[in-house]
């Protein structure tokens, strides 16, 4: 009842009161109260959305006070040591490899940042997983790098917690935990259902819960020992977990529990039954199951239990996997009751699949010791049943992550996981849950016998490994591996490893490739990369864990052990797949983990731990065996590249790629042929060297017969074949990877084979060599690093920015030395990925031998010395010097010499390398060779000895081959024929053997099986093998003939060398002794023959003897005989490539002409030398008719009224002025909240707020004249310089339209690419008809006066010339017009009162003109200093522009009476009295734009003007502009001063020329706005200020800096029209030297150096009334203020050049900054934010949440900030995109880490820093509009960006 009371009460009241009561020392009441309360509050029956609960256990655990308040004060007393802040996938986290002990170690960003890691291997990382800071946690990283907030050992300071402060949480909270528990014990469906989504509804409504418990985490270490004794407390679990006797719901409840529980046992007893039917057959390793039957999580009800014994028993005929004791089951079972909270808690978690809020939350709690070593422990129990929860997942990808995101933060901790291992068995577990897993996906394996093999593999399509679903498992395994302790209980325990062998073993052998003979296989399976990556993963990755651990002697018992085990399960495997000596043929699989397995342990038993490598290895025929399917790999990879393989599709190559790939090559193709090396040393060189010509398919080839038949092979297919082998036979006796080298010097020779195919950047470097043995990260102490190796052998070339715009990474490329040195190209041929890498090394080495003048024919590949063997493996050596190698070279010599067909060069360079090979290393001389020697033996007859260099010399007579009769061989004639020669030729015959390799290869392998038995010698050929290779049904037509060779192997080579020398006696007999060896490293095959004689003379005086006799027989070598057929076919062959080798010479001659012309007359983007063929300049008007040629039909001819020709263009509206500055400093890019950027000072803002300003106070019309418009998105138009009809070009879009594979622009927007040079267009401009007749009139200058002049101009401006009749001509002027119009949006062309009216549309067409040139003056630097044709000046075509605009001004007449030209040269006057003008005035002269009104004047006079008349037109305005000048300077000086200079022009106004003396002029300005208070009213305060005295000079240069722009654009005007040059000159000088080619001054004054401001003016009335009259209409603006009358007077009309932000040089503050920012607009943290680099801006990236009318963020600030060209900064991928329009392209980053590399996406998360270059690169783009020429990659945005 008291309950009841209570919850009428106010929720705080009630809790202080319960506070008080429990405080008492008798408190039984106040408990009894509590509960009674809770049992109300808490009841799980009320729905969980029902928030009521949540409140109450707020305020209870409060006690009476605010909960925050409470929060802060139990924060107080946080006595963590830890940071342990967790953080979900996604998230920015850092990881220090310089701090970790653990490679799995992260930091948050505060503590990295806290902490100093400068110059450490640290980087930036987004989550992939999850996870928590390890800050603070020495067992995971090292003190040192601790940040500062967890340096300190922050516990002992802190007060102890008062015990009242938390006395209500520990009532109340176990309730609500139970409360919880209760809801998803309720809330469960079984999956059967379709209850997915039911499951997430039941976790939605318990989100504020279990937020709750989140919160209460973050609390710090007072609270989160409260809930560790919660959740650990097994008294309460036990009270609470049943519920009350009486209560109905608890009961159920807990029913419900208990059934989840059984549900959850992990083989049910139907799985079991249906698992023995369907897999009877198979003889899998069965007990996996048992054990887990038995170790299933929470069997707690006995009966199970039972049951599960008894199916293990049933497991019909599987084989049962022993385990080490049954007593170490039993006692895992007994722990799986659950005991306390956090148990059921974390089956729950599993049940609901790890929602995200409660991985969270037990993970919020590890910084808490003792609840982490429970935590770990419950966790290790339910481990198996998490694995079989994942596998049953749909969202098994989710789930990993989250599972890992909890093992990780378990496992990497070394005290811990031994902990558990000794006491959960937590590597039984993982074992036995790692092969039950793989159980459920096993198939019989084909491999060898398909009906009765006995081996089972895993199935690669199963999703389970499609899917990688076993990772989570695998990579806790590798976890807990790499930590010692552990891995040594691992290695102790046998039975363990024998069960990992039988799992390795499910992996040998999988995913089978049959080779494809018939048909081409329909269905290409992906299936193989899930193989090559479970084998790198689960198998490959443990392994080199556990080697990690077997480094030193004392570990050697480790390594016999794995060896021991390794060879049985080969030894089961062999036996499963009844295999005896021959591999089955056109079969292959990459994967024997288990020969690798037992190569990795002896290789490390030879190197590290000085193990005799004997003591190791089985018998001669398990050796045999266990050589076969590596060896097999090794064909059929020369197989593959020899498109044998074709029929069975790309996924075959992909294969045989990915096995020499660089992050499976350690683990792959290393190991095997590392076994190879290990047979071949201990077994029968001549067998395994036949074996090897065997496997490769090549035997028929071997022989001395010019034609052989071949069963196997097609004969395109021999010579890539006899390549491979020869090659695999070098690699095999060359490489030392394992047989010697030490660590360093693997790294040194990866990284040369890598640098060597081509130049690298650090990162692709860093990625292309194999980890092991060399892991990059943590450097293991003793041994050379990284980046020591990389400086030794690289050097860096800084990145490179070519004049295309593209962008070069920072690369490294090999020093000379290197290539001089240490170029390996066996090396080089082995890790290739691509066949073509290994030409482009060869290229490059030929390339640097030319350049240092070592060699400059085709090189061949260098020889290379090899470090010395280890002893273990000298019986490698034997390999070289064994007869049937040294029969099968001089086969192949005599083939080459002979010129068989299929010989190649590449097949005698690895010939003479395994001589040079054999030469280098000799088999220490032993008595065991000399056996008497038997007759049977074939190859006996052949050579004497086994040793190569008494075999070099040895000469052989006579060979038996069999031939075909059809060869040439069988038409020799007989022998001579007398007697006594006859016999001795009889005894050759017998001599002359044939050599059978498959006979002698049967015969030793005979030899070595029945070593015992006394048959051994009986045993020759085997009959079966000469018919083997015959194919059934082909005749034998084989006969056998003889043939007469005499020669040696020294002979044959002295002839090659002839022969590739084409000189015949190349070699003189005292060659030797004056040889120079040291120029043989690098060259052909002539020095390769060379070295190779020289090498072997010095090695023994006989050979040097045989090879002076060879050389002295002067005998010229006998050519072959060219008779045969195919050589004739050879020849013609030759002789038709040569003709048409010719022909191709001679097209691409006249190619490159062409191309050459085009070049010339293209005007290039990028280079401004070549000079436009058609000069827009004075060309054009001195010639008769302007000539165009038309690049589409190529005609040449003018452009007419009805066929006008017209000018490629990009029409593209640009904001690049308006965002010009005052300052010549870039804007700083805001980095914290303090600083920000004020566009208020930009040239766009200033013209606005002038506009505005005029529009209230003037005539609208009127004020739409005296300023321009198009500093935001004004139209900017550039050509390339190309001309077409325009009738061509519309055929041309309409091909364009018709052809569908359009890349990157849109032809109905009317957009192309210029048919020549293929730049970006989109419009035509028409070309005005040349008037060549009047031309030289109407350029000639005139002696008119001008007075005369003037009256003219006025003239012209009345007459406004005839309307053009309607031509074609005018018709697409008309369309360009639109065009232009169309480039822009409509608000940049709306300025006046009345939208689209003529006034409007005049403004925007003047604009346009002045858009252009103001441009133009940017791209010249901002003056025309420089004088000439720039690069921006051959884009402009500014004189065919002005043609089109002036045509379309002639529609609007200019009202004589408002004609500002009368009021520029003529006195009016005053018109006060005229009662019919309207209210507003007309702007008045001086605060007019005098550029504008210039260009207004030009564009509405009759064109072509005269120059005179132009002149005219600039001196007239000039005088205002001088005017304006000294108004706006008269208003800068303080009122003394004033006062002062008024007085003393005052005195020159008598003077003769008083108009042209800045004084005077001053002075009447001074005195006329002094009349009215209208400007000079209210500046006496802020003038003052102005200490500086005004000097004449100084006035000088103020007037002639404010005159400067007017007089640049006049005078770029009239380059364009006129094409006067632009004369270069000094900056000081170009005021002048522009007042003289504007003809205000004469030329001969620019000497006397008597040029000033004032003396260009040229009055065409009295200046003085002139200017009373401009400065009357000032003063008569009665309503205007002063200060406005100011700002209007002062235009400054000098702008700096436009500039992109200044960023900051270190990306992380950028990153820092931004990527947390919340967006302005909707309040969010952006998915992917961007900032716009010309303004600033903060935008999302294709964020929906700021769309507006379907249009994203980013475009829409294109739109307003660049007039649809944008520039933004990925935050998230350092990288900027550029939008323009329609299109977007990836630019590039301007960020590059310390190797000069860019980190798109930051994937590697190393420092970034701003490279100055490329800004700058990016910037000139921007300004000079750029974008579309040099970026070639465009795609459409649709609006999505």
């Known amino acids: 009842m008291m309950a009841a009371s209570l919850l009428r009460r106010d929720k705080k009241a009630a809790a202080a009161y319960l506070k008080a009561d429990l405080n008492r020392s008798d408190n039984t009441s106040g408990l009894r109260q509590l509960q009674d309360l809770l049992d109300v509050v808490l009841n799980p029956e009320k729905p969980a959305t029902d928030t009521e609960a949540l409140d109450w256990c707020k305020c209870l655990i409060a006690g009476g006070e605010g909960f925050e308040e409470f929060c802060k004060t139990v924060r107080s007393y946080d006595n963590a040591t830890l940071c342990g802040l967790v953080w979900t996938a996604n998230f920015v986290a850092y990881r220090c490899r310089t701090c970790g002990i653990s490679p799995c170690m992260s930091l948050c960003a505060e503590c990295f940042n806290n902490g100093d890691h400068t110059s450490h291997d640290f980087n930036m990382f987004r989550s992939q997983a999850g996870g928590a800071c390890d800050c603070g946690d020495s067992n995971v990283m090292r003190e040192t790098g601790f940040c500062r907030r967890h340096r300190l050992r922050t516990g002992e300071n802190i007060p102890s917690i008062p015990r009242d402060l938390l006395l209500m949480s520990e009532l109340v909270l176990p309730r609500f935990i139970l409360c919880v528990i209760q809801y998803l014990r309720d809330g469960y469906t079984e999956p059967d259902t379709s209850a997915e989504r039911d499951l997430q509804k039941v976790l939605q409504q318990l989100e504020p819960q279990i937020s709750f418990l989140e919160e209460l985490t973050k609390m710090g270490g007072a609270m989160r020992t409260i809930l560790t004794k919660i959740l650990t407390n097994q008294q309460a679990f036990k009270e609470l977990s049943m519920g009350q006797e009486e209560n109905m719901f608890a009961k159920n409840n807990y029913e419900k529990y208990l059934s989840a529980l059984k549900n959850s046992g992990l083989v049910s007893m139907e799985e079991k039954a249906q698992s023995v039917a369907s897999d009877s057959p198979v003889g899998a390793e069965g007990g996996a199951d048992v054990l887990l039957g038995s170790t299933a999580p929470g069997s707690p009800d006995e009966a199970s239990k039972e049951e599960d014994q008894d199916a293990g028993q049933s497991v019909g005929q599987r084989k049962r996997v022993k385990l080490s004791s049954s007593t170490k089951d039993l006692c895992i079972i007994e722990s799986l009751k659950h005991k306390c909270f956090l148990e059921e808690l974390l089956f729950w978690t599993i049940k609901y699949e790890f929602p995200q809020k409660m991985v969270t939350f037990l993970l919020n709690m590890l910084p808490d010791q003792d609840y982490k070593i429970t935590f770990t422990k419950t966790f290790v129990q339910h481990y198996a049943f998490i694995m079989k929860t994942l596998m049953k997942s749909h969202e098994s990808d989710t789930m990993s992550n989250r599972i890992v995101h909890i093992s990780v933060q378990l496992f990497s901790n070394e005290e811990l996981a031994r902990h558990v291992t000794e006491e959960c068995q937590l590597l039984d577990i993982m074992v036995t849950v790692l092969l039950y897993m793989m159980e459920s996906c096993l198939i019989k394996s084909e491999l060898q016998d398909e009906e009765n093999s006995r081996h089972v593999v895993v199935n690669c399509s199963e999703a389970l490994l499609k899917n990688n679903t076993y990772w989570p498992l695998v990579s806790d395994f590798i976890n807990i591996l790499s930590h010692q302790s552990v891995a040594k209980k691992f290695l102790e325990d046998h039975s363990l490893l024998m069960l990992w062998m039988s799992f390795v073993s ?433 190859h006996d007859s052949w050579f004497p000895g086994t040793n190569l260099i008494s075999n070099l010399h040895h000469v052989i007579n006579f060979v038996r081959v069999r031939v075909p009769e059809t060869a040439p061989e069988v038409k020799r004639e007989a022998p001579p024929s007398t007697s006594s020669e006859e016999s001795s030729y009889g005894q050759n015959l017998r001599e002359a053997q044939v050599f059978s390799l498959v006979a002698e290869r049967r015969r030793k392998f005979q030899e070595i099986i029945n070593r015992s038995s006394s048959e051994a010698n009986q045993v020759v050929r085997p009959k079966s093998s000469s018919t083997r290779w015959v194919p059934p049904g082909t005749p034998p037509q084989l006969v056998t003939e003889i043939l007469e060779i005499r020669e040696s192997m020294l002979s044959l080579l002295v002839k090659l060398h002839q022969k590739l020398s084409s000189k015949q006696n190349s070699l003189s007999a005292s060659w030797l002794d004056n040889m120079d060896t040291s120029r043989h490293a690098h060259g052909d095959g002539i020095t390769a023959i060379e070295r190779i004689l020289a090498k072997a003379a010095t090695r023994s005086c006989q050979i040097k003897r045989s090879i002076q006799d060879i050389c002295g027989k002067v005998s010229p070598p006998v050519p072959p005989k060219k008779n045969s057929p195919t050589d004739k076919k050879a020849m013609d062959k030759e002789e038709r490539r040569q003709r048409a080798r010719e022909r191709q010479q001679k097209l691409l001659a006249e190619f490159a002409s062409r191309q050459k012309s085009f070049m010339e007359t293209a005007m290039d983007v990028e280079s401004p030398e070549t000079e436009a063929a058609m000069d827009l300049g004075a060309s054009e008007m001195m010639e008769s008719e302007v000539l165009y040629d038309c690049v589409i039909c190529g005609q040449s001819g003018p452009s007419t009224e009805d066929r006008p020709t017209g000018l490629v263009v990009l029409l593209q509206a640009s904001s690049v002025l308006g965002h010009r500055c005052k300052s010549e400093e870039a804007k700083k890019l805001p980095t914290c909240d303090e600083e920000h950027i004020y566009s208020a000072d930009t040239c766009a803002v200033a013209h606005d707020v002038r506009l505005t300003l005029l529009q209230r106070f003037f005539k609208d019309s009127s004020c739409l004249q005296s300023v321009s418009i198009g500093w935001d998105g004004g139209v900017y138009v550039q050509t390339c310089g190309h001309t077409l009809h325009i009738d061509c070009h519309k055929s041309y879009m309409e091909s364009l339209r018709n052809d569908q594979v359009l890349q990157g622009f849109s032809v109905d927007k009317g957009e192309f690419t210029c048919p020549l040079c293929r730049q970006f267009a989109n419009s035509v401009l028409p070309c005005r008809p040349g008037r060549g007749s009047e031309a030289g009139a109407w350029h000639t200058p005139t002696n008119k006066k001008t007075s005369v002049l003037i009256k003219e101009v006025g003239d012209l401006q009345e007459n406004l010339g005839l309307f053009p009749t309607e031509s074609n001509l005018s018709k697409e002027m008309e369309l360009v017009i639109k065009d232009i119009k169309n480039t822009t949006q409509k608000k940049y062309m709306d300025y006046g009162k009345n939208p689209g009216s003529p006034d409007n549309d005049f403004l925007f067409m003047y604009s346009v003109a002045r858009t252009n040139l103001e441009l133009e003056l940017v791209h010249r630097g901002g003056n025309l200093c420089c004088g000439g044709a720039s690069a921006a000046a051959k884009r402009s075509c500014l004189n065919q522009l002005f043609h089109v605009l002036a045509m379309h001004m002639r529609l609007y007449s200019i009202d004589s009476a408002y004609n500002p030209w009368t009021r520029l040269t003529q006195l009016t006057p005053s018109k006060e009295a005229d009662s019919f003008d309207e209210e507003r005035p007309e702007v008045p002269m001086l605060f007019r734009d005098v550029p504008s009104l210039l260009i207004i004047f030009v564009l509405t006079m009759p064109q072509p003007l005269r120059k005179e008349h132009f002149t005219c037109v600039v001196k007239m305005l000039y005088n205002l502009q001088f005017i304006q000048a000294l108004a706006a300077l008269s208003t800068k000086l303080s009122p003394d001063e004033r006062q002062a200079w008024s007085s003393s022009g005052a005195i020159k106004k008598a003077a003769a020329n008083a108009d042209m003396s800045f004084e005077a002029l001053l002075s009447h300005v001074i005195s006329e706005f002094s009349k009215s208070n209208s400007i000079y009213a209210e500046d006496t305060e802020d003038t003052m200020l102005s200490s500086s005295v005004w000097s004449p000079q100084s006035i000088h240069f103020s007037l002639q800096q404010y005159c400067l722009p007017f007089l640049r654009l006049s005078c770029l005007l009239q380059h364009h029209l006129y094409g006067d040059n632009l004369t270069s000159c000094l900056e000081e000088d170009e005021f002048s030297s522009l007042a003289v080619c504007l003809g205000l001054v004469p030329a001969a004054s620019l000497a006397a150096n008597a040029v000033n401001s004032a003396s260009c003016l040229e009055w065409a009335v009295s200046a003085f009334p002139l200017v009373t009259q401009w400065c009357a209409e000032v003063n008569a603006l009665s309503q205007v203020q002063a200060e406005q009358s100011l700002t209007l007077l002062v235009q400054d009309p000098q702008w700096a050049a436009p500039r992109l932000l200044q960023l900051p040089a270190n990306y992380n503050i950028i990153f820092q900054y931004y990527h947390r920012k919340a967006c302005t607009a909707c309040k969010k943290v952006p998915k992917d934010p961007a900032l716009c680099l010309v303004c600033g801006a903060f935008v999302c990236l294709k964020g929906v949440c700021c769309k507006q009318q379907g249009i994203c963020e980013c475009v829409l600030h294109s739109q307003h900030c660049g007039a649809a060209t944008g520039i933004f900064l990925l935050i998230n991928a350092s990288v900027i995109i550029i939008i323009r329009g329609h299109r977007f392209c990836l630019w590039g980053s301007v960020y590059l880490d310390a190797h000069g590399e860019e980190d798109r996406d930051l994937r590697r998360g190393k420092p970034l820093f701003l490279c100055e270059e490329r800004y700058r690169v990016l910037e000139q783009q921007w300004v000079s509009h750029t974008f579309d020429h040099i970026n070639k990659r465009w795609g459409p945005h649709y609006n999505g960006l």
């Open 506 to 938: 499910f992996f040998q052998g999988m995913n089978l490739n049959k080779r494809e003979l018939n048909e081409h296989v329909e269905f290409e399976s992906q299936t193989y990369y899930a193989a090559f990556a479970a084998e790198l993963e689960a198998c490959a990755q443990p392994m080199w864990g556990l080697l990690t651990h077997c480094k030193v002697r004392e570990t050697q018992e480790y390594t016999k052990t794995v060896v021991r085990y390794c060879l049985e399960t080969l030894q089961i495997w062999f036996d499963a797949i009844s295999f005896s000596d021959e591999p089955s043929p056109n079969q292959v699989t990459f994967h024997l983990p288990l020969h690798r397995y037992y190569a990795m342990f002896l290789s490390k038993a030879v190197k590290c731990q000085g193990l005799d490598l004997d003591s190791l290895l089985p018998d001669q025929e398990m050796l045999m065996k266990i050589m076969v399917h590596p060896l097999q790999i090794q064909a059929c990879l020369s197989e593959i590249h020899s498109n044998m393989w074709v029929r069975n599709g790309l996924q075959i190559k992909g294969q045989a790629m990915t096995y020499v790939q660089s992050h499976f090559c350690n683990s792959m193709i290393d190991p095997d042929i590392y076994l190879l090396q290990v047979c071949a040393s201990r077994l029968d060189p001549d067998y395994f060297i036949s074996s090897v010509f065997e496997r490769f398919k090549v035997v028929d080839l071997l022989t001395m017969a010019s034609q052989h038949q071949n069963a196997v092979l097609d004969s395109e297919q021999e010579r890539p074949m006899l390549e491979g082998a020869l090659t695999f036979l070098v690699i095999l006796t060359s490489l030392r990877i394992h047989l010697g080298m030490t660590d360093d010097e693997i790294l040194r020779a990866e990284m040369v084979s890598q640098l060597c195919m081509n130049d690298r950047t650090h990162s692709s470097l860093l990625d292309l060599i194999p980890e092991n043995p060399n892991p990059k990260s943590g450097i293991v102490p003793g041994s050379c690093s990284f980046e020591e190796v990389l400086s030794a052998v690289a050097d860096f070339k800084a990145p490179v920015f070519e004049p295309g715009g593209s962008m070069q990474q920072g690369m490294y490329t090999p020093k000379a030395e290197v290539w001089e040195k240490e170029f390996d190209p066996i090396m080089v041929v082995l890790r290739t990925v691509y066949r073509r890498d290994v030409q482009s090394a060869m290229d490059r080495y030929s390339a640097f031998l030319k350049q240092s003048g070592i060699h400059t024919g085709n090189p061949w590949p260098p020889y290379k010395e090899r470090t010395p063997l280890h002893p273990c493996y000298k019986g490698l050596i034997k390999l070289l010097h064994c007869k049937t190698l040294h029969i099968v070279i001089f086969t192949l010599l005599y083939k080459i010499w002979m010129d068989h067909q299929n010989m190649s060069e590449h097949v005698l360079c690895m010939v003479l390398y395994l001589i040079e090979l054999g030469l280098d290393n000799q088999v220490q001389d032993s008595k065991e060779d000399e056996e008497p020697c038997i007759e049977e033996h074939c």
